[in-house]
């Protein structure tokens, strides 16, 4: 595709409730990021990808989130029993370079995760 | 670990006025460096990056940054602002091992007629 794809756009959830929230990267990039962004802030590491496997999960706030990407491509973020401090903009970006800080990064447009 | 400051939470330029957004880095080694500007609702582009080599980086839309490590900074620059650069900017640090990138809190940007 054109750009990095993320749906749904906009999920709200009652606290408590399981979500999966979905990432399609740029045709061929190996690296697969997600990132937080609460309101007012900057975007906050979650995990990182290369391919299929998940290098860096040390920012997972919780043992609730959980990240998958089983075929190198399409990536899923799930967050079970959600709770009110979930809710953020989540930010998938993708890159055609293999690891490091120093990778370009191509963003979605995010899912904005509301938990009431 | 690496840090990243942005002093202004909000400044306001009028159009065709110069513009510079102050970021701050805190590392220890050289860094690699980024800018990203966010419309409401969108995601992140990048603008600009440094790596090494010349400290004075071109990017996209006319923007421009000044690595400086005895200030420890990488302010980005605009001789002439548009309308259509209103947006959030962020400016962004990561080490030389690791993936993650710290991003600041961002600077929001309003141009006035």
């Known amino acids: 595709g054109a750009g990095v794809s993320q749906s749904p756009r906009y999920k709200v959830a009652k606290r408590g409730q399981d979500v999966a929230l979905r990432c399609d990267p740029i045709?061929?990039?190996?690296?697969l990021f997600w990132y937080q962004q609460a309101l007012g802030q900057g975007p906050e590491f979650l995990t990182y990808?290369?391919?299929?496997?998940?290098?860096?999960k040390s920012g997972l706030p919780s043992d609730r989130f959980f990240a998958e990407r089983p075929e190198g491509s399409v990536s899923t973020l799930k967050i079970q029993r959600t709770q009110q401090e979930d809710s953020a903009v989540y930010l998938c970006?993708?890159?055609?370079?293999?690891?490091?800080?120093?990778?370009?990064?191509?963003f979605g447009n995010g899912t904005r995760l509301t938990v009431t | 670990a690496q840090s990243v400051t942005q002093p202004d939470i909000h400044i306001t330029v009028s159009e065709g006025a110069s513009l510079e957004l102050r970021c701050n880095y805190s590392?220890?080694?050289?860094?690699?460096l980024f800018w990203y500007v966010q419309s409401p609702g969108q995601g992140l582009q990048l603008l600009l990056k440094y790596f090494s080599g010349d400290t004075l980086v071109q990017g996209i839309k006319g923007f421009e940054a000044e690595f400086k490590r005895s200030q420890s900074s990488f302010n980005l620059r605009k001789p002439s602002v548009h309308w259509s650069d209103a947006a959030e900017y962020f400016c962004a640090v990561g080490a030389n091992s690791g993936y993650a990138l710290n991003f600041g809190k961002g600077t929001s940007l309003l141009v006035t007629p």
């Open positions: 970006a993708s890159s055609f370079q293999a690891g490091g800080a120093n990778s370009p990064l191509h």
């Open positions: 045709s061929g990039h190996v690296s």
């Open positions: 990808f290369q391919n299929e496997a998940q290098l860096d």
């Open positions: 590392y220890g080694a050289t860094p690699y």
